[in-house]
């Protein structure tokens, strides 16, 4: 038996191999209607694909029982397990939280996340199912491209979410930045990047003929983060720039390269040229008045938040309420939500939350050093775009962004898959005679 037939053996159900694409493709419509609406039961386009999913794929496992033909292993990697820490570590911190409630409501939310999870990698033990789960996250990425670009131009039509702000202090005007169906513009921009990288990855392995279309879709999202004005985005792009042109060929950082460049320049042609500029030249001042300072001080507030209620922090989600007694005179009065995750859930969870933290990182680090090597599937963009994206955890409150729970799910199943391939080639090996 061939790898991927070894890979993808344990697994045939048709229920998963539609549903993780769908998910992949339709996460940026998440909040574009509630396809059910009966309270206290709203369910938007996402997570109605995933309960019909779940559903089908219990149905389909019955049928397959009724027919004798067995339970099928799920196969569900080790570092998809290491997720569960996260909403383990939420219910943990119910015990001893400022709104205990507010806490257990919260750690279900994670632990929904992680069910996604769950079935996506799940379903990408086969190479097959994780590709076009790839492609679809790309094309379900152009789709809010063209959204985005409605709201610019025709925000008349009053689609999905817009968000009009003062880009900068010294500059009284207000900014249109497209959300898509976000509620906040930086989400939307990150989704973009994240699309754009991994499209950047189906370029570097796809034949000679479709590598165009991936390049010009990644540089259509790439123009259109940069008219969000996101800072946030630009960061996780570095990021996974940096890690996509380490492993590419000089022939095509050149290619990429070119058209990054001429992506952002479209884009801030298309928005304001020098308000861009200087937002841009901002990433470089932590200590300049407004968000920017507001977001350092938090983090010194959430460490020392986090000592204080150690060892099992204020409670998920307790943050808020805890935040107005640690607040820096210097820190924006209005925010009280965290802009960060790796301080903010510590200070939430405490211990347990650190340890999850930690293992993910691990995990994800493992995987990225494989990806690397070469001993993961080339078109895999979507791990470089997740550690774009942790890194982006950094700036903004992705604890709850399901588009990172996604591209975790498809990358750390290639990962697991992979790592059982090998295992099972090194036992076999192994147990042959000399």
Not at 6 to 34: E, M, N, Q, Y
Request: with cysteine.
């Amino acid at each position: 038996m061939d790898d991927s037939a070894r890979g993808s053996g344990r697994l045939h159900l048709r229920s998963l191999r539609v549903t993780a694409p769908a998910l992949l493709a339709l996460i940026g419509l998440k909040d574009a209607v509630f396809v059910v609406s009966w309270p206290p039961v709203r369910l938007n386009p996402f997570w109605t694909v995933f309960v019909l999913g779940v559903l089908a794929t219990v149905a389909e496992l019955a049928f397959r029982r009724a027919l004798r033909q067995g339970w099928p292993r799920l196969g569900v990697p080790a570092e998809v397990w290491v997720l569960a820490l996260m909403p383990l570590a939420g219910l943990i911190s119910t015990s001893v939280s400022v709104d205990p409630a507010k806490s257990a409501l919260y750690a279900g939310r994670l632990a929904a996340l992680w069910l996604v999870a769950v079935l996506v990698s799940a379903a990408c033990q086969d190479p097959a199912t994780a590709r076009r789960c790839v492609q679809s996250f790309v094309v379900g990425g152009l789709l809010m491209v063209l959204v985005g670009a409605l709201q610019m131009w025709r925000p008349e039509l009053g689609i999905g979410s817009v968000n009009s702000q003062r880009i900068l202090l010294e500059d009284p005007s207000i900014y249109v930045r497209p959300a898509g169906f976000y509620l906040d513009a930086n989400f939307f921009a990150t989704h973009l990047v994240a699309a754009a990288i991994a499209a950047i990855g189906l370029f570097m392995a796809s034949r000679e003929r479709l590598r165009g279309g991936w390049l010009v879709a990644a540089g259509l999202q790439l123009g259109m983060v940069v008219v969000t004005y996101s800072r946030s985005a630009l960061v996780v792009l570095v990021v996974g720039l940096v890690l996509l042109l380490v492993k590419m060929s000089r022939r095509d950082r050149i290619r990429v390269a070119a058209v990054v460049v001429l992506s952002l320049m479209l884009g801030a042609a298309a928005a304001n040229p020098a308000t861009v500029t200087r937002r841009v030249v901002t990433i470089a001042e932590p200590e300049r008045p407004g968000s920017n300072r507001t977001r350092l001080l938090m983090i010194e507030s959430a460490a020392r938040m986090a000592v204080e209620h150690a060892p099992l922090g204020v409670g998920l989600e307790g943050f808020d309420d805890v935040y107005p007694a640690y607040q820096d005179p210097g820190a924006q009065r209005e925010i009280a939500h965290p802009h960060e995750v790796p301080v903010s859930f510590v200070a939430e969870t405490g211990l347990p939350g650190l340890l999850a933290l930690i293992a993910a990182v691990i995990s994800v680090g493992r995987a990225t050093v494989q990806w690397l090597r070469g001993g993961l599937e080339p078109w895999l963009g979507v791990l470089p775009a997740a550690v774009a994206v942790m890194s982006g955890s950094v700036f903004q409150y992705f604890l709850y962004y399901e588009v990172l729970w996604l591209l975790l799910a498809v990358a750390m199943a290639r990962y697991g898959s992979t790592a059982a391939i090998a295992s099972e080639g090194s036992g076999s090996d192994a147990s042959r005679c000399p």
